[in-house]
Each structure stands twice: as structure tokens, then as C-alpha cells.
């Protein structure tokens, strides 16, 4: 067998693993999200504070963000297809978040970690996944992010741009200085929708922030989602 023959396969087969993830993520109902309160509400971000939770994650180095959250979502549909060590069957959830690392690769390149929020049932003890899928397990604590929504597809050429506009009205806002500083990742995109539905996509750049439960994030009065 070529190399391009072999090439043209692999994108073959990555291209059914990813089409039939994205059909299971469209007939699931009632999905489940990480659970947050929301701190303080603008017209275009708020502030949350997400409960701790589990994730299993993907590293994925390159270029595209495109091109890594389809890698990322390849290795994640089959470890939530039963490739993991109990063998056990996972239900989608929402959001797939990709969150990117700038010039962390070779070359300028990017790092990206595309991640899976665990349902659940899963939370407490997830699954390990077959060590060829170069998974890892994530624990996060609670936190703050600052979020921003913006419809279509989040693209290459569009998502810098929104996170952009999300560190602007961050600048003109109480948490100017709040971005946390230890963090390695720029900003996260996260997707909620389906690539088959058209119209009222929805997609939300999250950055994380410097708060806490304590103080809720730096704002008094809250509402809980």
C-alpha cells in the first residue's frame, strides 16, 4: 500500500468516526452540561462559576483548530464508545471543548486539548481510556471563566476574533486584571451544536478567571443554572 493510499484511508476512516460521533451528538436528548452559577450577566459575556467536575481530554498538537478538534473528537468517540478499560458505553454530552495553547509546538505551532465532560454517573470514577488513544483524565476544582456567545461555526478564521472581542469587554469591565495568570490556555472554544443544524448555532469562548467560591468571583448577588 502507497503512502498516499494509506493517507487517503486514514482520512477516510476519521471522516466516518467523526460524522458518526456528530450523528449520535444529534438524536441525544436531555444532554448534559457542567453545572455553573452564573455571577454577573452583561450583554455580551457573563461570569461564571463552574462546580467542580471530570473530563477526559485529548492533546493534539498542530496548526487548525479545525483540524485538531477533529482529531480530538476521532480519539473521544472511541473512547466513549466503549474503548476504555470497563469497556463501557458513554452518553454524549455538551459542551466539546477545545481549549488552545499558542506557540506551545514546534515551529510556532499550537497545542490544543479537546475535552469530553464525563456524564454523571461518571463523575466520581471515570473510566480509564486504552492507553494507544493518548486520553488523560482531567479533575477540575471550581473555577471562574468569563464566557462570550456567538453564533454560526467556530472556524479558524473566526475564533481569535471572538476571543478578541471577549478580552475587550473584559478590559472595560471589573475583572480588567482578573485573567488567570497561572493559566497555560489562551481561551477555550466550546461547542454546543450539532454541525448538521444550520441556524441558532451556539458557541461560547470561555477564558478563565482569578475568584472562587468564597468570593464569587469578585460579584455579590448570583444566579444559579
Known amino acids: 500500500m502507497g503512502p498516499f493510499v494509506a493517507w487517503k484511508m486514514e482520512k477516510i476512516s476519521l471522516t466516518l468516526f467523526f460524522a458518526s460521533f456528530l450523528r449520535f451528538l444529534v438524536f441525544c436528548n436531555g444532554i448534559e452540561s457542567p453545572q455553573f452559577t452564573v455571577v454577573h450577566s452583561e450583554s455580551?459575556?457573563?461570569?461564571?462559576?463552574?462546580?467542580?467536575?471530570?473530563w477526559i481530554s485529548a492533546p493534539v498538537r498542530g496548526i487548525s483548530f479545525e483540524k485538531a478538534t477533529r482529531e480530538g473528537f476521532h480519539r473521544l468517540f472511541q473512547y466513549?464508545?466503549?474503548?476504555?478499560?470497563?469497556?463501557s458505553r458513554i452518553r454524549m454530552t455538551t459542551p466539546v471543548l477545545?481549549?488552545?495553547?499558542?506557540?506551545?509546538?514546534?515551529?510556532?505551532?499550537?497545542?490544543?486539548?479537546?475535552?469530553?465532560?464525563?456524564?454523571?454517573?461518571f463523575q466520581s470514577t471515570p473510566p480509564a481510556p486504552l492507553p494507544e488513544l493518548n486520553l488523560q483524565s482531567d479533575a477540575w476544582g471550581d473555577h471562574c471563566i468569563a464566557a462570550r456567545k456567538f453564533s454560526g461555526f467556530a472556524r479558524?478564521?473566526?475564533i481569535v476574533e471572538e476571543a478578541e472581542k471577549l478580552a475587550v469587554s473584559l478590559s472595560r469591565s471589573a475583572w480588567a486584571n482578573s485573567t488567570k495568570s497561572e493559566s497555560k490556555e489562551a481561551y477555550s472554544i466550546a461547542q454546543y451544536s450539532s454541525p448538521f443544524r444550520l441556524?441558532?448555532?451556539?458557541?461560547?469562548?470561555w477564558v478563565d478567571l482569578d475568584g472562587s467560591e468564597m468570593d464569587k468571583c469578585g460579584f455579590s448577588g448570583v444566579s444559579t443554572y
Not at 82 to 87: I, K, P, Q, V
Not at 199 to 205: K, L, Q
Open 44 to 54: 455580551d459575556f457573563e461570569i461564571r462559576l463552574y462546580r467542580e467536575s471530570s
Open 80 to 87: 466513549i464508545q466503549g474503548a476504555n478499560l470497563n469497556s
Open 98 to 121: 477545545t481549549s488552545i495553547v499558542p506557540e506551545a509546538g514546534p515551529l510556532h505551532s499550537s497545542a490544543y486539548f479537546v475535552r469530553f465532560y464525563l456524564p454523571v454517573e
Open 156 to 158: 479558524d478564521s473566526n
Open 199 to 205: 441556524i441558532g448555532r451556539v458557541n461560547e469562548v
